[in-house]
């Protein structure tokens, strides 16, 4: 309720402005002709009607809450604008980068586009939904796009899982399940014994973590995430839209479905 205070604060100054406004230019023609003395007795007292407005506000305080319900969907639909633009003008950067990761059908005719860190309880947890929505859907392209934001930690090991990636391509599908499953804190040593198991080469894969392109690639995430109001993992980019949050398979499949309706091939 706190939050909804300042809005009610603007909405009383703003109508009782607008009243103010109101009686001011509704006043007869007649009026013109009167005299300073009369004219400046007649002018509305904007405290009085701020007094009512608030009177009024208090009384009815669920129109606090409609005032602040439609600021927040005229501020939705704004960003939601704002990302379709986004999407776009950004589509290869989003969906085609080669230092991401691909799983599922590399020639699908819908993509999704995770953002994740492999330190997120919530990624961990949508883990199944992705398994269940590439083994459902064959003509489905799951993008996987590294975006540390969980510590130190997940830094390090995303560096580790980047170099993978550049190195062997052809296992990144079964490396990442296997570090995303992870029950404990995923930390750089965990993702080069996970590497390891993977068949990597430790001083190949140690050399490649230092090649300065995964640190390029890591920035160019962190400059999409803020220009899609990306702030949290997940994120998901399905179509022109932005999907905030584990919001489940069925919520997914739906916007994958949608996407396909829209772009039929």
Do not use: W
Not at 116 to 133: I, Q
């Amino acid at each position: 309720m706190n939050a909804l205070i300042p809005v009610a604060a603007g909405a009383v100054v703003a109508i009782g402005a607008a009243v103010a406004g109101y009686v001011a230019g509704s006043a007869p023609a007649s009026a013109a002709l009167a005299t300073p003395a009369v004219a400046s007795a007649a002018a509305p007292d904007r405290a009085a009607v701020e007094a009512i407005v608030r009177d009024y506000l208090v009384t009815n305080p669920e129109i606090m809450i409609e005032v602040q319900q439609a600021l927040e969907t005229r501020q939705m639909e704004s960003q939601r604008l704002v990302q379709t633009e986004i999407i776009r003008e950004s589509a290869d950067r989003i969906f085609n980068a080669d230092h991401d990761g691909i799983i599922g059908n590399p020639e699908g005719s819908v993509t999704i586009v995770e953002f994740f860190d492999y330190n997120c309880g919530y990624c961990k947890r949508a883990l199944p939904d992705m398994e269940a929505l590439v083994a459902d859907d064959p003509d489905l392209r799951f993008v996987l796009k590294e975006f540390p934001i969980l510590g130190p930690d997940s830094q390090r090991a995303h560096v580790v899982s980047m170099a993978f990636h550049n190195l062997y391509p052809q296992s990144y599908d079964a490396f990442h399940r296997d570090l995303m499953a992870s029950e404990a804190r995923v930390t750089e040593d965990e993702a080069v014994l996970v590497a390891i198991r993977h068949n990597a080469d430790e001083a190949a894969l140690r050399q490649e973590m230092e090649n300065p392109a995964i640190i390029a690639a890591f920035q160019e995430t962190y400059e999409l995430a803020d220009q899609l109001s990306i702030t949290g993992t997940p994120s998901y980019v399905v179509g022109n839209e932005v999907v905030f949050g584990a919001m489940g398979r069925d919520v997914l499949a739906e916007k994958i479905a949608q996407t396909r309706d829209e772009n039929p091939s």
